[in-house]
């Protein structure tokens, strides 16, 4: 049975947190030894070799760990597998972070582990604490005369805790509870009456399933100025972070403008592997590694990958990632656009062994460099170091490619039906030319171990009922690493969740949705993703705050279309890719008005009678 850790009553919370960690084989009665070991952070320390099944440490807080465990058999040599346990981080939660009701008075003293506390001694006052995953404990003060807590765990009365002591013990973890896996759990703390009761914290052991290795520079994405240049920006903003540029001038309009020529014109195709003269006006995967080639410091190289299984080149864009210490170039919604992947989140390091992959960082060009002005008639995409999980990458983004127009002509090339990356090459590797069609080795240091293909599936994201968005936030932002990630917007702390509508999907490559919003301190610093399933909601993914993409309300909506002369009768919110939108957290209002007539309101708050399909990279 894989490693199961929780934290250890009874011990003193400091700058670490004491955590019994236990394991067992399928037949403990065959097993002649076990042998278990650590992972705090990257590095495997061994913790036990022998026939204990349990150990308890001292863990450093805000650090991620992970047990794994296996047994030896008499009479056989050797052992395992390893079994793994989740990686998690012990959090410590102050009591500024805890819901009171009832009497409390709050108390500064040094000795509290957040330099303050507080305490209560009427009876039914309580102190109530939500949080996602697999181990909480109580910190409180033990002291002579204090009175007695009953704790309550998501509603069930589990303890009754005396905290009267012959001395002083400051900062102790007086109660604590596990589970075998992680999930949504509230703790409660309720005061019997008969002494004070202190709340000092409360630490959890956070289950964060996620090794993060994300690659942003902190950027906009170079705003591509036209429907035709999503190639050539993503291969400025890409190039830009070779060359470790953020100055904004060197990811302007103009200069994608400048490489687009440089691939093709409008009747002239130089470095794109087909010619698209009277067909489409875009850039196609070679033009885009071509570009790379052409603007990346000297010696860097280049080139255009594909295959049928899309976990594979979903692993060669890990790899690059890791290796590269780049981004990867990845052409998604079925080859009409492409993005730059700047990071991923998986269970382990990938370099480490056998791992599952959960989403990916995305900076795409469909997005204005100044999030208040929206050039071009303000088209919307994902706001740079958006948070796509795998599930939602799979499904909805990148899938193969099929170019319609061009394959329309001359039937199908290359790449069809085939997911397609552009990455870098191993160094010296020739000019991707139009005829250059044998995938080179992919980049990777001496010595370094390629990157398999994920051997599992990806962790299934829970199912929330549908009227429980903020289990479904606060459970989606921990299984992929995201908790206080500052680059999406998220602090240390709780969230909440604002406004939430319902976004119909007019594609059939995704599923219904929802768009939630994110709220900490009292504003709105993200926006979370939720599939809607028969059963319930999903986290999807997470972008970013920005200045006007709080969610409208209907009041403002119809405002708009009143005064473009639309009598509105009815209202939804759609989505699919478009000119207008090449993002689900950017839908469409879609009106019918009083004689049955549909007209959309686009993110940019242009009011049009058809939403236009998506063509052209």
């Keep these: 049975m894989a490693p199961v850790s929780g934290i250890y009553s009874g011990t003193k919370l400091t700058s670490t947190a ?55 058999e008499a009479g056989l040599p050797g052992g395992g597998p390893w079994a793994y346990g989740p990686t998690f981080q012990a959090r410590k939660i102050q009591e500024t972070s805890v819901a009171f009701t009832g009497t409390w008075t709050k108390v500064s003293n040094t000795k ?44 069930v009365l589990v303890q009754t805790v005396d905290l009267d002591a012959s001395e002083l013990k400051a900062k102790r973890i007086v109660f604590a509870h596990t589970w075998p896996a992680a999930g949504r759990h509230t703790i409660r703390v309720v005061v019997v009456g008969n002494g004070r009761v202190d709340v000092d914290a409360f630490v959890a052991l956070v289950t964060m399933n996620s090794y993060v290795k994300n690659t942003w520079n902190g950027r906009m994405a170079t705003e591509r100025p036209e429907n035709i240049t999503c190639v050539s920006a993503s291969a400025l903003t890409w ?26 014109t409008a009747n002239q195709n130089f470095h794109n592997k087909y010619d698209y003269s009277g067909i489409e006006p875009g850039l196609d995967p070679r033009g885009w590694a071509w570009l790379m080639w052409r603007h990346a410091p000297p010696g860097r190289s280049y080139h255009d990958y594909w295959s049928g299984s899309q976990a594979a080149v979903n692993s060669w864009i890990v790899s690059n ?25 998986s269970n382990i390091d990938p370099r480490n062994g056998v791992y599952t ?28 170091n958006t948070y796509i ?19 329309a002509v001359h039937g199908p090339n290359l790449w069809h039906k085939k997911y397609v990356a552009v990455l870098r090459t191993a160094d010296g590797v020739q000019e991707p030319t139009r005829g250059f069609d044998t995938m080179p080795p992919a980049y990777r240091p001496p010595g370094s171990a390629t990157v398999a293909a994920e051997a ?61 919003e994110v709220v900490q301190g009292g504003r709105v610093v993200a926006m979370a993703m939720l599939t809607r399933t028969e059963n319930g909601l999903q ?60 007209r959309f309101l686009t993110p940019a708050g242009d009011v049009m009678t058809v939403l236009e399909p998506a063509t052209s990279r």
């Excluded at 190039?239 to 001038?249: A, I, L, Q």
């Excluded at 799979?394 to 170019?403: C, G």
């Excluded at 919110?573 to 207008?580: E, K």
């Design 456 to 516: 599992a599936p990806p962790v299934a994201e829970p199912v929330f009922a549908a009227d429980d968005a903020l289990g479904a936030v606060t459970s989606g932002i921990a299984i992929n690493g995201l908790a206080a990630d500052n680059r999406l917007g998220l602090e240390p702390g709780p969230i909440e969740v604002g406004r939430k509508v319902d976004v119909d999907s007019l594609s059939p490559d995704v599923a219904p949705y929802s768009l939630v």
């Design 389 to 407: 999980t795998l599930a939602a990458w799979n499904r909805s983004y990148f899938l193969p490619y099929v170019d319609k127009p061009y394959e």
């Design 539 to 598: 986290f999807a993914g997470l972008q970013p705050a920005f200045e006007g993409n709080a969610l409208p309300t209907t009041a403002e909506v119809k405002g708009k279309f009143r005064g473009a002369g639309v009598d509105v009768r009815s209202m939804r919110l759609v989505w699919r890719p478009s000119p207008d939108s090449k993002a689900p957290f950017s839908p469409f209002w879609d009106a019918t008005d009083t004689a049955g007539r549909h």
């Design 18 to 72: 004491a955590v019994r960690t236990t394991w067992s084989g399928c037949n403990d009665d065959a097993i002649q030894s076990y042998q278990a070991a650590r992972q705090s952070p990257n590095t495997w320390t061994t913790v036990s070799n022998g026939s204990a099944t349990a150990v308890t440490q001292s863990l450093a807080v805000d650090v991620s760990h992970r047990y794994r465990a296996l047994g030896t």
């Design 112 to 155: 509290y582990s957040g330099n303050a506390a507080r305490y209560s001694t009427a009876a039914g006052s309580a102190a109530t604490y939500s949080f996602t995953g697999s181990s909480v404990g109580w910190v409180s003060r033990k002291a002579p005369g204090r009175g007695d807590a009953n704790v309550y765990v998501d509603g």
């Design 239 to 264: 190039s830009n972070y070779t060359w470790g540029t953020t100055s904004g001038e060197y990811y302007s309009h103009e200069i994608a403008w400048d490489w687009y020529r440089e691939v093709r």
């Design 321 to 345: 990632i890791l290796y590269a210490n780049e981004p990867a170039g990845a052409l998604v919604f079925r080859s009409v656009h492409a993005v730059d992947v700047v990071g991923f989140s």
């Design 357 to 384: 992959l959960n989403g990916f960082f995305v900076v795409d060009p469909w997005y204005p460099n100044s999030p208040s002005r929206m050039a071009d008639g303000g088209t919307l995409g994902l706001v740079p």
